[in-house]
């Protein structure tokens, strides 16, 4: 979902929070409204109300991993659309596809570079006349006569 002001919302949830500031910073500083939490058990609760385009999501965080959290975000049907980037240290391959058994959209290892990110971001939100007809598809054209 995008603010009043054309960006669009992506809430990264880290318990690490000099890496979530990090985040942040990069992505507001490319064009997104981007905020961080480090709580897991209120990150739900958050995705629901705000509705993000994206959510950027470790793995190992305490009480509920990330891994839980994207089962959840996509099995709920008012946030099941929400596009889901794992990002983590956990290298093992187990890891990787039950992330993507959960409905991740994506997987990056950390750490990465910047653009890796970024670049991910970008490939999972909608291409811009896809946006721009699902603005307009209900809009009636009118001809002078």
């Known amino acids: 979902m995008k603010t009043k002001n054309g960006k669009y919302n992506i809430l990264i949830i880290d318990d690490n929070k000099e890496l979530a500031e990090l985040i942040q910073l990069l992505l507001n500083q490319n064009g997104f409204n981007a905020k961080y939490i480090t709580d897991s058990m209120e990150a739900f609760e958050k995705i629901k109300k705000d509705k993000p385009s994206i959510v950027i999501l470790d793995i190992v965080m305490p009480v509920m991993d990330g891994l839980r959290l994207c089962g959840k975000i996509k099995s709920t049907p008012g946030t099941a659309k929400t596009k889901v980037i794992i990002y983590s240290g956990k290298k093992y391959e187990s890891d990787r596809r039950r992330a993507f058994n959960l ?8 750490p990465t570079r910047a653009h890796i990110l970024l670049n991910k971001v ?8 896809e946006e721009i007809y699902q603005n307009y598809e209900n809009a009636i054209l009118f001809q002078d006569t």
């Open 103 to 110: 409905g991740a959209d994506a997987f990056i290892l950390k």
């Open 122 to 129: 970008k490939e999972l939100l909608p291409p811009v006349h």
